[in-house]
């Protein structure tokens, strides 16, 4: 089951993408997030709390995902409302490998044609290519690779919705 969260949520969200970034610190694999980065002091920046949406196994949270209509980051030719942008998707990793993952870009596809947009978004770490491929077989293509802010090496993607 994936709800939508709200502000009680935000300790949830937290603890699910610090688990997540004390995994790939532990196993050495290059990404963007840090301990600080994901507490809902910096998310907010960028995220309200009706962006988040959080899975759930037997009542226990299992993973999360932002999902928002516009990213001037790394999508600034894309007009707003015209696609939806998957960010900060994570799996506690006592889940991991259970399906979590497509369960949430599955209702990120729902919600996209329940929007009428046909096209979901994300931008991911060029060189973790196991979460690239979780991607791909959930319909994504690599549309483009390039390095932001000097330092992150990135692969872009799209998902084009057929409803």
């Not at 001037?72 to 894309?78: A, E, K, S, T």
């Amino acid at each position: 089951m994936v709800k939508q969260a709200d502000e009680f949520d935000i300790s949830i969200i937290e603890e699910i993408l610090l688990d997540a970034v004390n995994w790939m610190s532990k196993n050495g694999l290059q990404n963007q997030w840090n301990e600080s980065n994901v507490k809902w002091s910096n998310l907010s920046k960028s995220y309200k709390i009706n962006n988040f949406y959080i899975a759930y196994q037997n009542g226990l949270p299992t993973s999360c995902m932002a999902l928002t209509d516009y990213d001037p980051v790394y999508w600034p030719n894309i007009p707003k409302g015209e696609s939806l942008y998957l960010h900060k998707v994570a799996v506690k990793r006592k889940f991991a490998g259970k399906g979590f993952s497509k369960e949430l870009i599955n209702f990120a596809k729902k919600l996209a044609i329940s929007y009428t947009i046909n096209t979901i978004r994300l931008n991911c770490n060029q060189h973790r290519h196991k979460l690239r491929s979780v991607y791909e077989n959930e319909g994504f293509k690599c549309v483009e690779e390039k390095i932001f802010f000097e330092k992150y090496d990135t692969a872009l993607y799209v998902c084009k919705i057929n409803d």
